[in-house]
């Protein structure tokens, strides 16, 4: 192997650091909890960004860009965001610094306290609503739908790269309505916008469904939300969509003048996902050699290695690989040569697997009497000889074929790994073991509360798609008319 | 006119801001400095950076993301680095909010003080060149060109929306070499594709050339830049590409190894473009009815009004609307109806000038039984009334027109406003008529303060494709190989 990576049996949360550190995706940085985001981590946000951007567009939003900074007295407004977000935040609370006596370095200037803290935002629906304020008079200017490609920040106590970290990258939306009716069509349109991308785009299956109140948003009516199952068994949210009532335009006096003149306060949304999913997308698919990226966000498609012994070899083979190379680009199809002379093709190869890179295409002095190649699938690891001609129909059915089975593999993954629960016995066995639990809750805070405290289970979600089945609370007995999502997650 | 705006003669910098708050780009928020850019002006900056990411992909560079925090410390590391950023800067000191006593607000916990306070970057070569330590062992590592597009706080005490704001969002790209050489063709190579896009797809005709060293980036060995002329006679600096030498890579350690394995410190690089450039646009190009945009960077090309009276003419129009609007997306025109039933034609024109939309295609009952529709030209203020058939190309056509003519306007106004001068009493002159002043100068920074601190205009370049004319300064009369561009700036 290229470098060594520990496997997914031998140690899971050391393979995933493994498998992001060392396929250059991102690193940590000087800043405590920030990380660097390399150019191969960030193409791969890139590719996620251009398909959500243009879902996004196709659905009417259009972007913008709020201020970094909430004053802090905003925070307030709103009573339960405050207690959601206001508390582990980074707080600017100076604007100048100024040389040091001994003129060797900076330090605070204290005549330059700000008469009121700036947060840096952890999320932005206090700024933009009291933004919205100006923007929004009557029913004609609604609906408002407008999105935000940015960075925040939560200053976590525990962090890991692209999990949770202190700074990360996100698209936030926050949109606004006159009726309620319409606001709830929005969150659930976007909700099915995350579905479709983590399922067509990221080749993840996951469960839609809304959160239970103690999981809610700070500051929603109703969290919408999609949760995926990793390999290790832990659910990971991957995307959220908020109804979020009339609350924030009640704590930013927001109101809107209808048809008849009458005045209400506007009826809002707010929806989010972050560089969280590429932590998603390495723990959902890929395996103890690297990564295993679906090839419609995978930066690279396809890595052509020449084999050669000696400079006069490489240049004899090199030509072929730059027409096969040429004749795929124009298929649209990434691909790159790996010529570097110093190096092994058996280290290549390792290090392209490591990267997750899905398609092979190895090109010898044999092949080229030949007219073949031979291309090797990372998916399934397996390796054909064919010929070069039409290579670019093969190459693109191999893609499609590869993200088909990078999903069915997740899917079938997800099926043998989600289990039925009657009893809270069961449950407790099976809890350990990992999974998506489906069981019978009564509905209570209570009774979600002493399961999260005695197994450190949580309600996932309760699922959309789920049979409104009659049962008994596992735990308490009392009646409940539909199984949850239980899962341990990130 | 849709909604009032001043008159550039009557007063520059208010015409200015009523440009940029009335046509909807950007407006002042809740925090002091910053910004909110709206969505009209937010698709302006898309377009930009598109265009710019192509052109810097296309020349090799890979995109990556590092922290918004710099420690305090690394501020301090290269020494006329910190004097030039580390002086008006947001400065985080705390990582908590706390519940005040009474429950009704949040204050900053005083237990969670940070150990060393992190700034909101200001430009990130330190943080950058950190990372790059550990990027960075042999020749082979390098060349590294990455960019990164990023927002970055400076703590201006005067702000005006999108020249000069608190936050503000750019791209700065930072690259590492092997030698001297190639770095300094890096930066070359980067102004090059700063003047392509300044003029191809702003429209704005740019001077090139290098800063003196008072001028000069905090940390530079020379900093390049292009120079825009406003049409108030003032230089606006819309971009800056410096080579850095190799202060960056010694004040974080930062050595290659060679072929030949001896140890040198790396060449560097960086250079940025910011959202400053959509002032740039403004100035350079609209007029007294409001915004003039090249179709480049345009966020709408076409608008059509469809000119009814009442509900059943409408219902008539909009069947030709509709097929209008298909030929042309089809044909790649960003295009929109305007069918709003409260509002009259004459309002909507005004608005849709007022915007800055480069064609207007209006279309009544008799353009229905003739087949014909109206264009309106924004950039000229002219209509013709054409045939409907082939309207995609004529439209296409007329944009490439209005890209044209626009930029053949600047170019002019550029050229009718830069005087060449040699006496110091016709530059004192000159100076309060505007424009760019072409003059002999020593080449001493006493010359150039003296001249500032007398007229206030500064020198913005020494041009690269100026004459080596000789000639003496106009102040002191020394000799002098080459005449620079002065002028008064933004």
């Not at 959160?211 to 990793?230: H, N, P, Q």
């Not at 679906?294 to 030509?319: D, Q, S």
């Not at 489906?438 to 197994?455: M, Q, R, Y």
Request: net charge negative; hydrophobic share 40%.
């Amino acid at each position: 192997m290229a470098k060594e990576v520990t496997s997914r049996a031998e140690n899971f949360s050391l393979w995933y650091n493994n498998l992001v550190t060392k396929a250059d995706l991102a690193e940590n940085s000087a800043v405590r909890g920030c990380m660097v985001i390399k150019p191969y981590g960030y193409a791969l946000w890139e590719n996620m960004q251009a398909a959500l951007d243009k879902m996004f567009k196709d659905t009417g939003h259009v972007n913008a860009y709020f201020p970094l900074f909430i004053p802090k007295s905003f925070l307030a407004r709103e009573a339960e965001h405050v207690e959601g977000f206001a508390k582990e935040c980074a707080v600017v609370t100076h604007y100048r610094l100024r040389t040091t006596k001994d003129g060797k370095n900076v330090e605070v200037d204290p005549d330059a306290k700000l008469e009121e803290e700036l947060i840096v935002r952890p999320t932005s629906e206090t700024i933009i609503w009291n933004t919205y304020k100006n923007w929004i008079q009557s029913y004609r200017d609604l609906p408002l739908l407008c999105n935000q490609w940015a960075n925040v920040v939560r200053w976590e106590m525990r962090t890991r790269l692209f999990l949770r970290t202190a700074e990360f990258l996100w698209q936030e939306g926050h949109t606004a309505h006159s009726t309620k009716q319409e606001a709830i069509e929005e969150a659930e349109k976007i909700l099915g916008v995350y579905e479709d991308f983590a399922r067509n785009h990221l080749a993840i299956p996951v469960i839609t469904g809304v959160k239970t109140a103690s999981e809610r948003f700070a500051g929603a009516v109703d969290t919408y939300c999609i949760e995926a199952l990793m390999q290790d068994g832990k659910a990971l949210q991957a995307g959220t969509s908020h109804f979020l009532g009339q609350n924030f335009a009640k704590a930013f006096d927001v109101q809107f003048a209808g048809k008849d003149g009458s005045l209400d306060y506007v009826w809002a949304t707010s929806w989010g996902v972050s560089t969280r999913l590429i932590g998603a997308l390495i723990m959902a698919h890929s395996d103890d050699n690297g990564l295993i990226l679906p090839p419609k966000v995978a930066p690279l498609h396809l890595v052509i290695v020449p084999l050669f012994k000696g400079e006069e070899e490489l240049k004899t083979l090199m030509e072929t690989c730059n027409r096969i190379k040429n004749e795929l680009q124009d298929a649209g199809i990434k691909v790159k040569i790996d010529d570097r002379d110093n190096l092994r093709s058996g280290f290549k190869f390792a290090e392209h697997e490591l990267k997750g890179v899905p398609l092979r295409l190895a090109f010898g002095p044999r092949d080229m009497q030949n007219g073949t190649v031979e291309i090797a699938r990372r998916d399934t690891l397996t390796k054909e000889t064919v010929p070069q001609e039409g290579i670019a129909v093969r190459v693109k059915d191999l893609l499609n074929e590869i993200q088909k089975n990078i999903y069915n593999k997740a899917l079938k993954f997800r099926e043998e790994n989600t289990f039925k629960v009657d009893s809270y016995d069961d449950f407790k066995v099976q809890i350990e073991k990992g999974g998506f639990i489906s069981a019978h809750w009564d509905g209570t805070a209570e009774t979600e509360t002493l399961i999260k405290e005695e197994t450190k289970a949580t309600i996932r979600c309760i699922p959309f798609d789920s049979d409104k089945e009659q049962g008994k609370c596992m735990v308490t007995g009392k009646a409940s008319s539909q199984r949850v999502i239980f899962a341990r997650s990130y």
